[in-house]
């Protein structure tokens, strides 16, 4: 659920930096060596079905890749799922709205890993209540851990490795037939594939994205929380990683910087929000998913329909990529939000949560993740 490829749009402003000193070669070449540890699950599971859920729940997608969750076992078969307060989006998402989708689809992962194991993990959303206007320290869900020789498991399982948020160009020659498009929004949604439709959305989502890195406070939101380099990445694996050669080139050369991303005015950030056009623009087919209200059950019930229609794209072999950007709360993007709802048909309380791209693009690596001990207190 990251906003924008951030590495796409540094690749854009280096051009053709080429490696002139020998000496620099194997750190431009390094790849983080830590960061994407959590996702190899091939070692045995642990005996404690709770953690094997857990640990598969982190990999779910979730905004700026902040990873808000954190978990308090419970005796032997129960557990409390809070927030992690410090990693909300306060310019972006004031409201924690994104953030409490992002705890939505970290359940339905944990849910659908318990069924492999037989498990059935029953869910108390809010049972302490919840504020509508900001998150806090209560949970967001009680867990339950049941054995139980009718829990049924889930064919989704099996992509959970596999699952992507795909930021690249999708091929436009490749149309995206309905048939996989009611597939992916069994759960819940709409999906749009009419060119006219697609391209009246289309403009609402660029300008949302130009907008975001054109408000100042919106777009340093997203540059604080840039990890710029293999170290970097690996220090802190969330928010927004950029490694790769034209990266470390760029940083070890000092024009790939946070100062160099956060001012319009650069050549880099210029280049970077035509490729973002190009790239962000590619739109085959579109999915949402609008709720009958606006409330915190509605927003995890997003989470649980979106990481779901993720799944099932990805066992379609199709990306997916939130378009989030025009659906966001502050003042700025407002006139875009307006428009994307009434162009999706959404009326008096109905929210329209998530709106996705879909299509045919090149396979992607997986981002970043902490280790699952880091979000269990």
């Known amino acids: 659920m990251v906003p924008v490829s951030r590495r796409r749009v540094m690749a854009a ?37 709770r953690l094997d859920a857990f640990r598969h729940a982190i990999l ?5 890749n902040r990873q808000p969750w954190l978990i308090e076992m419970v005796g032997d078969d129960e557990a409390l799922i809070t927030t992690d307060l410090s990693r909300n989006l306060p310019v972006t998402d004031p409201y924690d709205r994104q953030i409490t989708i992002g705890i939505g689809t970290f359940l339905e992962i944990a849910r659908i890993a ?60 490749r149309a995206v037939s ?10 819940g949604g709409s ?28 777009n340093m939101e997203s540059v604080e929380l840039m990890r ?7 220090a802190n694996p969330d928010g927004i990683e950029l490694h790769g050669p034209m990266i470390e080139a760029g940083k070890l050369a000092g024009v790939v910087s946070r100062e160099e991303l956060a001012d319009p005015a650069s050549t880099g950030f210029q280049q ?54 025009c659906l966001q709360e502050y003042t700025e993007v407002q006139p875009m939000y307006r428009s994307v709802h009434e162009l999706l048909g959404a009326s008096g309380k109905e929210r329209v949560q998530m ?15 902490w280790p699952l001990e880091t979000h269990i207190v």
């Open 272 to 325: 970077g929000i035509d490729m973002l056009r190009r790239t962000y623009g590619s739109i085959p087919a579109l999915i949402w998913l609008t709720t009958p209200g606006n409330s915190r059950l509605d927003q995890l019930e997003a989470g649980r329909q979106y990481v779901r229609a993720n799944l099932e794209a990805t066992a379609l072999g199709l990306g997916m990529h939130p378009m989030s950007q």
């Open 355 to 369: 709106l996705a791209r879909v299509g045919y693009g090149p396979e992607t690596a997986p981002t970043p993740r």
């Open 228 to 234: 710029i380099g293999h170290a970097e990445v690996d």
């Open 114 to 173: 318990a069924a492999e194991r037989g498990v059935d993990m029953q869910i108390v959303p809010f049972p302490d209540g919840a504020d509508a206007t900001s998150l806090d320290a209560r949970p967001v869900a009680h867990l339950k851990f049941v054995r139980s020789d009718q829990v049924a498991r889930d064919p989704l399982f099996a992509q959970i490795l596999r699952r992507r948020s795909n930021k690249e160009e999708y091929d436009l020659a």
């Open 178 to 187: 309905e048939a996989d498009l009611d597939a992916i929004t069994a759960a």
């Open 191 to 218: 999906f749009a594939v009419d060119p006219e439709r697609i391209e009246r959305l289309r403009a609402e989502i660029v300008a949302g994205i130009e907008t975001e890195l054109l408000t100042h406070e919106a």
């Open 13 to 49: 402003g280096l051009g053709g930096l080429a490696l002139v000193f020998a000496g620099g070669v194997w750190r431009v070449t390094r790849t983080p060596q830590t960061a994407f540890a959590p996702w190899d699950l091939e070692r045995s599971p642990p005996s404690d079905v």
């Open 60 to 64: 779910a997608p979730n905004p700026h």
